[in-house]
């Protein structure tokens, strides 16, 4: 597979509908302490560009990554070849040469239709995972990634019919309690960056209760920060559903392009029969449509309705919002120092148990 890189200047990239391959995307990495680089590629007589972020957690391990790109991509036959196509030719450009590249793919997976039909409760077994996607490779040498950064399975919302339909199209509970949060008082404000700190305790709290990685402080920080204004720039909005002066649930969301995605969230274990996680999720859903979205992405989801994996919580809630779960490829890695790789890879390993 022939493949043309070229070095680009990072706020080059193109107008997006994904957020993580936005040049304020990488400005939001480069304050966590990531470099970033960016680069037009052409292939087959597909053009894109996709944005790299690198950088070196010491011990001689240093990784490049790949946020959610790159936004094009080829037949699912494809996907290993172009992998490694393209990072043999992005290794050019890395200096130092890092342990390996991280690709977070946006792309369907080989498995989505197998899944959707019921024939598997997830991908299958990694080995046989790995072996699908090498097939056509050289090199054989494509690993399917510990962790996925983003996840693979996703909860979207059509919401370009009207707010009307929109309701309709959801489960009935879930059309009543929006209802129910409203006549109950619960309301919905645009909130500033100093409510930030309010908003981390409430998700430290949340973090402790459902048992998912907890990021740190400076991570939402970084989304606020002063950013030179662009056109086509992503927006950033910060929404509290509140009682009286009690908050119930805070949402992040962003919106890039035509998609707005629930980017975190929180909600409080004290008056839950207000439904405050209800009345900020259709206050966003509102929001985006306002601003001309087509598509809420509400973010991680279980594959399917499996009451022993650890989102099934997440999708009795967001399940019932009249949208449709999108199965992605997740997070693949490429190895360029095998032995460094083994032991970060094993590393991360050990951190999940």
Not at 85 to 91: A, E, F, H, Q, W
């Amino acid at each position: 597979m022939q493949l043309d890189l070229r070095p680009k200047e990072v706020y080059g990239l193109f107008p997006t509908d994904i957020l993580f391959q936005t040049a304020y995307w990488s400005q939001v990495k480069s304050r966590l302490g990531w470099k970033a680089l960016a680069f037009d590629f052409s292939t087959s007589g597909h053009s894109g560009d996709v944005l790299v972020l690198a950088k070196n957690f010491g011990n001689k391990f240093s990784a490049a990554y790949v946020p959610q790109g790159p936004e094009y991509g080829p037949e699912p036959e494809d996907y290993g070849r172009f992998l490694e196509t393209m990072s043999c030719s992005l290794v050019k450009y890395l200096d130092p040469k890092p342990t390996f590249i991280r690709y977070d793919l946006p792309w369907e997976s080989h498995y989505a239709r197998d899944i959707a039909q019921g024939e598997y409760s997830a991908p299958p077994e990694t080995r046989l995972v790995e072996l699908r996607m090498n097939f056509g490779t050289q090199t054989w040498n494509l690993r399917k990634a510990v962790t996925n950064m983003t996840f693979a399975d996703a909860y979207v919302v059509d919401i370009t019919p009207s707010e009307e339909e929109i309701l309709h199209s959801m489960k009935p509970k879930t059309r009543y309690n929006i209802r129910l949060a409203k006549k109950r008082g619960v309301h919905v404000f645009p909130a500033s960056v100093e409510m930030l700190p309010k908003f981390y305790d409430l998700y430290r709290q949340t973090a402790m209760r459902d048992g998912f990685y907890l990021c740190g402080y400076n991570s939402f920080l970084a989304l606020f920060s002063p950013m030179p204004e662009e056109a086509n720039s992503p927006e950033v909005h910060f929404l509290i559903a509140a009682h009286d002066n009690d908050l119930l649930a805070c949402a992040i969301i962003t919106i890039s392009g035509k998609t707005a995605t629930y980017l975190f969230g929180a909600s409080s274990s004290e008056k839950r029969n207000l439904m405050g996680p209800y009345a900020v999720q259709w206050a966003a859903i509102c929001l985006a449509r306002s601003k001309g979205c087509h598509v809420y992405d509400m973010g991680a989801i279980s594959p399917t309705k499996d009451p022993a994996h650890p989102f099934f919580g997440l999708y009795r809630f967001k399940s019932g919002f009249g949208g449709r779960i999108v199965h992605r490829t997740g997070s693949w890695d490429y190895p360029l120092d095998q032995n460094l790789y083994n032991t970060f890879r094993n590393s991360e390993m050990m951190s999940r148990e």
